[in-house]
């Protein structure tokens, strides 16, 4: 067990931060680290997809570039989780605008960015 | 074969630029986003109407974008299955269009959102590649949260935020599940995909794909218990936006699960994995329970019609699970119910979310209890209201019947008898909240002082100065209605010339028509499917 969690490290920390990710969407009550949390979540998968990229290329150099260690050979990881990542990238930036717009618009109705004030002053009105 | 192919981006690549052209003209001139919309709009109907008559007489059609071949690039794809969805996207669309005209948010972001919404929509059903349906259905959410936030209160930015992280959270998982299947087989495209699962070596990277899918799929079709979004969604949402999210957003997501499920994954590899057809199967039936049962003790109509659709996309989602189940006789009558379910939901839901947008803007009442008496004072809203409802009750002219019938037709083809006791039962339940309303409407007769209390009118913010008129109005159309039955429509719009013109009931009426229309059709919509379902099932 021990043996296969060191081996497959990378595995084992992108969903660490997976679920460090997932947690504080569910657990926390700031509007602002829900989103963060978010955005954890989605980087551990883009960082999943990248490490695919080498895993059936043992020592390929990232792609494009050549490899030094042997000039002759091109031995490069698989691009298109790179390309993946990169739209993924810009999908995400668009979420996290909106979800920011969205949550100052709460801040300038409600005035505050926690959620259980948010229920409460919900519950009020 | 001429250059029908350029359909397909056009489809997709016009909506998208167009929805800058609001905002951009909109810097120089006030009035552009209408006449931009309706153009673009009406020019994708034609052209989705063009796409529809190649594509039911010489089949498919696809598109690979720059002339890349399918392993480096990526590929449109328009069969039988898509087409269908594509026609009813741009039809709602249309119909939609004309319905704000006057009634609905207006102002150039509306039209942006609009269209990058359409566009979105029709990314997800042409799209041959499962990364690029990722991008598109966030670029569809991405403008339903935008949409939905521009309601009136502040509750709607709540909604819309709440929807915003399940959302995002729910198209990462099935981001993990692409992950996943590129893990194990290398490639994105559907139709490699296809081939290359079956073959792949790793089994289990298959199945942890397909699990995260179902989980993302599950939350953006809104399956019971991960539908917590849709109903404050639906609800928050300016009157004029609900039809077209509640219409199209959910089915084009129920769409892809679909095409995932019968072009990538393949009907015969999920019918040997484990539990598959069983755990699909099971989320269906379940919401469509609970999606009935909590529709029927609502008080407000567009939250009850909102839960109303977690229980009828429940219905698809069983289907799919008979699709994976049984066996190729009953997956290819499943699989068109399936269809012609998403088909006719999406237009009856588009019709029914109008009409209840018309009666808030016209007589102010938001809950059942203030449907008291419309049949009197609207009778040609309350009529097309009535069809619609009945027809999503299953009656049978209507098209929900057809959906119904298929669906449960599948279930005992292949010996399922849970599902087919659960589509009669959620029939009697769907009848519970319809013959609520429908008694409302018809057999209670108006309180004196309603129907415009002022607590119900003034928190529905926007029609507070129209008040005092609203109740005058309803009065008016009283005496309009008894003296004038013969022609009602003018008689209604004459009562409230200023919120509600002709065009915006005849919208109404027209869904009507088509839902009985389609209804009669079923035969049809069989037919025109029965080449892909001996395509993809065996």
Request: glycine share 8%; aromatic share 8%.
């Amino acid at each position: 067990m021990i043996e296969l969690l060191s081996s497959h490290y990378t595995y084992v920390l992108l969903f660490a931060l997976l679920g460090i990710g997932i947690y504080m969407v569910i657990a926390s009550e700031n509007l602002v680290k829900k989103l963060i949390g978010v955005n954890l979540f989605q980087t551990a998968i883009f960082l999943f997809f990248i490490s695919m990229a080498y895993i059936n290329v043992e020592g390929a150099s990232a792609p494009v570039v050549p490899n030094e260690k042997n000039p002759g050979e091109l031995l490069v990881a698989s691009p298109l989780p790179h390309v993946i990542v990169l739209t993924a990238i810009v999908v995400g930036i668009a979420l996290t605008a909106v979800g920011l717009a969205l949550i100052i618009r709460i801040y300038a109705e409600y005035g505050t960015l926690r959620e259980d004030t948010l229920r409460e002053v919900r519950a009020d009105e | 074969m001429s250059n029908v192919d350029l359909i397909l981006p056009l489809l997709i690549v016009v909506p998208l630029l167009a929805a800058t052209l609001p905002i951009a003209l909109g810097l120089r001139f006030d009035r552009t986003g209408w006449a931009v919309a309706a153009i673009a709009t009406l020019g994708l109907f034609a052209a989705a109407t063009a796409l529809a008559s190649v594509v039911y007489t010489d089949g498919l059609v696809t598109h690979t974008l720059g002339g890349y071949p399918r392993e480096y690039g990526i590929e449109l794809v328009a069969d039988r299955f898509s087409t269908m969805i594509a026609l009813l996207v741009t039809a709602v669309a249309v119909g939609i269009l004309a319905y704000t005209r006057r009634g609905g948010p207006r102002g150039n972001t509306f039209y942006t959102a609009y269209l990058l919404l359409v566009g979105g929509l029709l990314g997800i059903t042409l799209t041959g590649d499962v990364f690029n349906l990722f991008v598109f259905l966030e670029i569809t959410s991405i403008a339903t949260y935008a949409l939905v936030a521009s309601g009136d209160g502040p509750e709607s930015a709540v909604a819309s935020l709440k929807y915003l992280i399940l959302g995002t959270v729910a198209a990462s998982m099935y981001l993990i599940g692409v992950a996943f299947l590129l893990m194990a087989t290398g490639t994105l495209n559907m139709i490699e995909l296809a081939t290359a699962i079956p073959a792949a070596e790793r089994p289990t990277l298959i199945r942890t794909a397909f699990a995260f899918i179902v989980v993302g799929f599950a939350v953006k079709v809104a399956q019971w218990p991960l539908h917590t979004w849709q109903p404050s969604a639906y609800q928050q949402a300016p009157d004029g936006v609900t039809p077209l999210i509640a219409a199209l957003v959910s089915t084009a997501s129920a769409y892809a699960f679909g095409r995932l499920i019968v072009t990538v994954f393949g009907v015969d590899y999920l019918a040997a994995m484990p539990n598959a057809a069983a755990i699909v199967v099971t989320v269906g039936c379940v919401s469509v329970l609970a999606g009935t049962a909590l529709a029927v003790i609502q008080t407000e109509v567009k939250r009850m019609l909102a839960y109303s659709s977690v229980s009828q996309f429940g219905l698809v989602i069983a289907a799919y699970g008979i699709v994976i189940a049984g066996n190729s006789g009953a997956a290819k009558t499943a699989l068109t119910g399936a269809t012609i379910h998403l088909v006719g939901h999406g237009l009856l839901k588009a019709g029914l979310f109008l009409a209840a947008a018309l009666v808030a803007t016209s007589y102010g009442a938001r809950t059942v209890h203030e449907y008291a008496g419309l049949a009197t004072h609207r009778p040609v809203i309350a009529g097309a209201m009535a069809v619609l409802l009945l027809s999503l009750v299953g009656v049978p002219p209507g098209v929900g019947f057809v959906g119904k019938w298929y669906i449960a037709l599948g279930a005992v083809q292949s010996q399922l008898w849970p599902v087919a006791a659960v589509v009669f039962l959620s029939t009697m339940l769907t009848l519970g909240y319809a013959a609520r309303l429908l008694e409302k409407m018809y057999f209670t007769p108006l309180r004196v002082e309603s129907p415009a209390e002022p607590g119900p009118v003034a928190t529905d913010g926007g029609s507070d100065a129209d008040d005092p008129s609203e109740v005058g109005s309803a009065e008016r159309s009283t005496d309009a209605t008894a003296s004038e039955t013969v022609v009602p429509v003018t008689a209604s719009s004459r009562a409230a010339p200023e919120t509600v013109s002709v065009g915006m009931v005849a919208v109404v009426v027209l869904a009507a028509l088509c839902a009985v229309a389609l209804g009669f059709a079923g035969g049809t919509f069989a037919d025109l499917l029965e080449p892909f379902l001996t395509e993809v099932i065996s």
